[in-house]
């Protein structure tokens, strides 16, 4: 550490971090978000993103995958970070201000636990999510349409694919994500223009049908699609 | 304001919140940055972007609106929360969590004037920006990704530009941005397969060329594209 003589200013700055993770998967064909319950006036019984402080020497990263661990059970997620909330009445216990995380993660075999102070821990579908505790309903709204947005320029679901698929597998996990059927053929059309997948070179069986190509993602890691 | 019984834990969180400011605009063909320069230890002399301490109630876009102004005089600017930096040790003087903010802005007829405890204000050129103080050449590297992404996805060089253009007159404008020069075939099929800008079913003449045609965005005002 340098000697200095800067002086943190103002010196009376109350404000508390945060971290708020907003989680979200696909289980049969539904977009689910992971939600905690809290036990605590004024929002016994209300659902909440899984968040809390970070401690003063915690890296932002560090300290969003070891709440969702301690507080959800999901451990070893790509958590990227969405946006910064910071409307000074957004926590009632006084200034926090809260950086919010996203994954889309595969949730098949995971096991969730919670800590005691929080009463549960749940996928719920994301078309019933109950009214969230905090500001957390405008915290799920932006990371729902961020993923919306991840759909077109990003592989951000390469996750919840196994490593070959056909086009059709493909699309139904977009519909699934964005909650709405999408036309096959400009779904086609579109994604194939993207440069995030690629033929195996391979066909499959699936049901009674006739062989489909498969797929793979040009890259099973986060990609942003580039075109200039 | 709900009675409560929440506890701010860890009571004990020592963490002070920032903005910092990535103010880019292109002069002469280059894309520049607006840098104020630090007059104080450790980095008295070194350049650092327009940035401090937000109020303990004061919203985070109030704060980097306000200290954008006070330190360099440049006002009425749309900024992007960028992203939020928080690496334990990036600011000497303590834990210091910094959301930095992003505006590509048009800055001919603007007048620069900073504070007295800064010695200086300018657009440096991208190209030769000097070591930053804090972890601003981090910072400012991170802008300008997210700013080259913007050009494929979003009309975010629209006020560059006046309302009808001609696609030359936009690939330059693309080419100050990226720092390199585009293939004009590829250029201008790219750009019209994302639906930002549209034809004004017009031409103009432009030097001792041919008359070209003028395009306008699709909306003067910040659009994704949407591609599914």
Redesign the interface.
Known sequence: ??????????A??????AVDNCIFTVVEGQLHLLLIQMT????RGMWALPG??????????TAAARILSEETGVADVYLE?L??F????RD??????A?AYFALIHAAGLTLRTQPKYADVRWWPCAHVPQLAYDHDDVAAYARQRLE?K???TNVVWSLLPRQFTLSELQTV?EAV?GRP?DKRN?RK?IL??GLIESVGATAMRGAHRPAMLYRFTRREPQ?????
Chains 1, 2 share one sequence.
């Open positions: 550490m340098l000697t200095h003589d800067i002086p943190i200013h103002p009376a700055q109350q404000v508390k971090v605590r006036v004024p929002y809390g402080l970070i401690e003063t020497h915690e890296s932002l990263d970070q946006y910064t910071g409307h000074p009445r009632p216990a006084g200034r926090v201000i950086v947005r759909l077109v320029y977009y964005l999408l779904f579109k223009t993207l942003h699609i580039a075109m200039l």
